[in-house]
């Protein structure tokens, strides 16, 4: 009989351990990939609270460019729980699509992607400016009323060692714009319809008729004086952005565009392609009277043009402060203040 108890306590004994042995053996589970509600949008200078779980608090996050891998944020201050992350947009971010990303665990898991818009300020559009290669420049300066509209323009040339200064008034009255020197030499008349130009006569009497396609000014038809034909100028837009005016044409990348008074797209075209080259064409859209503007930047001239790219610098608050083109040596700025 103790024979029998001893090979007893012996086979538990061995059970015992192999039990034990099998519990050490088991492989370590994988970490929990953490997972987040995300919203659609985020704000530059924003404060933010991203609810989830599975979080480290010892995680970093990350929000890497869509279009440009080269632009990556490491959120400095992001403060992580178990089920949230809180942190500030940074003031230096540009707006676009970013993925994401938190890092824990020697890992990187993507939560999802957001797109960044500049922080909406309330500024006015005081001046737009323009300086070639060849000394030239170009500079609008925006007085604005009591009413809050545009109503006088400050027009200076400089090029070739000589200048011309002009100032011209703006009149609003009923559905119509007027807009003339002080002497009247050059002056235009504006049509409105639905908060929009219709069409207008310059000082040699050319009319013009906008045509527009869901709030996009999608033509110009120009008709001289003693002239029953028209000439028709078309505006070519791809995914709601302005790619040609009447052949010249920009590239366009992903970085959303982010008008202050004046459409940054149309300017160039203005200044850079020359597909706008009278002030009677330009002061529509520096009024912000043609419809809707293109919905990203463009990034480089398009193929035909030689495929320069386009640069942008910013204010702190969002608004364009510079738009470069550079070809070689050669660099055409457009330039933006506020107030």
């Avoid at 970490?31 to 985020?42: D, G, I, R």
């Avoid at 609810?51 to 992001?78: P, Y």
């Avoid at 707006?95 to 500049?118: C, H, M, P, S």
């Amino acid at each position: 009989m103790k024979n029998i108890w001893m090979m007893l306590l012996i086979i538990c004994s061995a059970c015992a351990f192999t039990a034990c042995s099998g519990d050490d053996d088991k492989p370590t589970p994988p970490p929990v990939a953490p997972t987040a509600t995300l919203p659609e949008t985020l704000t530059i200078g924003q404060e933010v609270t991203i609810n989830g779980k599975d979080f480290a608090t010892t995680a970093k996050l990350i929000f890497k460019n869509s279009a440009d891998a080269a632009k990556t944020l490491d959120i400095e201050g992001a403060v992580f729980t178990a089920t949230s992350i809180t942190f500030t947009v940074p003031a230096g971010a540009e707006a676009g699509n970013y993925k994401i990303v938190v890092r824990q665990n020697d890992k990187e898991y993507e939560l999802g992607t957001v797109e960044l818009l500049a922080n909406k300020v309330e500024k006015k559009l005081t001046k737009v400016s323009f300086s070639d290669p060849w000394g030239t420049t170009v500079e609008y300066a925006l007085t604005y009323g009591e009413d809050g509209q545009i109503g006088k323009i400050g027009y200076v040339v400089k090029a070739e060692g000589e200048t011309q200064e002009m100032i011209y008034n703006v009149k609003r009255e009923s559905e119509q714009v007027f807009i003339a020197d002080a002497e009247e030499a050059e002056a235009y008349t504006y049509s409105l319809k639905d908060g929009k130009i219709a069409g207008y006569v310059d000082a040699y009497n050319t009319s013009f008729n906008c045509q527009y396609t869901n709030n996009y000014l999608t033509a110009l038809a120009v008709r001289y004086e003693g002239e029953e034909e028209e000439y028709v100028i078309e505006y070519e837009y791809t995914d709601n952005n302005l790619v040609a005016i009447d052949g010249s044409g920009l590239k366009f990348g992903e970085q959303k565009n982010i008008p202050n008074g004046v459409d940054p797209v149309i300017c160039i075209y203005k200044f850079i392609l020359t597909s706008i080259t009278e002030n009677s064409d330009f002061f529509p859209h520096l009024l912000g009277l043609c419809g809707n503007s293109s919905a990203n930047l463009p990034s480089s001239l398009d193929a035909m043009n030689g495929h320069l790219p386009l640069t942008y610098t910013y204010e702190e608050w969002g608004g364009i402060k510079s738009i470069t083109c550079t070809n070689e040596e050669e660099v055409s700025t457009i330039g933006f203040e506020y107030e």
